[in-house]
């Protein structure tokens, strides 16, 4: 059976169920129906306070420690950035330039060496070409 690929959003809103668990239960009980939390979800966003108690406390904490990480690797990059030479970086992008133009060169002259076949001018030879009485 084939699957069809749901819209974005949708798959935005399956994902936003998955970490907060309790919105399945409360569907189940009969709180709620999906149609309205969807509803909800587009209207108010997933960061509305509605949503805090639908959440799962190690869900939180998850969360809690995924952002710490995004932080963390932001400022591992930015690090990395101040570190860089801007000389060294200017000499490697020249470096990479020539290559590149090499390369070009190397592919014209193929294409050069290799001219398109010339196919000539065909007469018109029309095998039924009668002429008149």
Partial sequence: MAS??????????????????KLLQSVRKQEYTWQELYEDWFLLGADDPKWSKFKDNNTVQAVTENKTEQKNWVNHI????????????????????????????VINQFQASNPPPINPPSANHNPFAFKKD
Wanted: proline share 4%; hydrophobic share 35%; glycine share 6%.
């Fill in 78 to 105: 930015t690090g990395m950035i101040k570190n860089m030479d801007a000389n060294q970086v200017q000499n490697h992008i020249n470096q990479l330039s020539q290559a590149i133009g090499a390369i070009q060169g």
């Fill in 4 to 21: 069809k690929s749901l819209h974005p959003s949708v798959e935005q809103f399956k994902s936003f169920v998955k970490e907060h668990p």
